[in-house]
């Protein structure tokens, strides 16, 4: 339920349909001092989710210029 109530939040609905990651292969991601997985893509943003300190489960879109893949050893999530 998380995730189509953020496909209705993209910012660009022009921009395509959202190709979602399989569950077993989401990239760790890092997104400014956000790290989380990506679940979605776009052409110019991606979805990703994360916990907060909270344990509150967030998802949100960033444009694709602000994220960045990262190594396991360099990923600091939840």
């Known amino acids: 339920m998380d995730i189509i ?11 395509g349909e959202p190709r979602r990651f399989p569950i077993w292969d ?3 991601v890092k ?12 052409r110019s943003y991606g979805l990703i ?5 909270d344990r509150t489960y967030r998802l949100e879109w960033f444009p694709a210029a602000q994220i960045e893949r990262v190594e396991r050893k360099d ?3 939840m």
Do not use: I, M
């Not at 997104?31 to 776009?42: K, M, Q, R």
């Not at 989710?49 to 300190?53: A, D, M, P, V």
């Open 49 to 53: 989710e994360w916990y907060e300190l």
């Open 26 to 28: 989401k990239p760790l």
């Open 75 to 77: 990923w600091h999530g």
């Open 5 to 15: 109530s953020a496909e209705e939040r993209h910012p660009d609905r022009t921009d």
């Open 31 to 42: 997104a400014g001092d956000l790290y989380g997985h990506a679940v979605e893509y776009t």
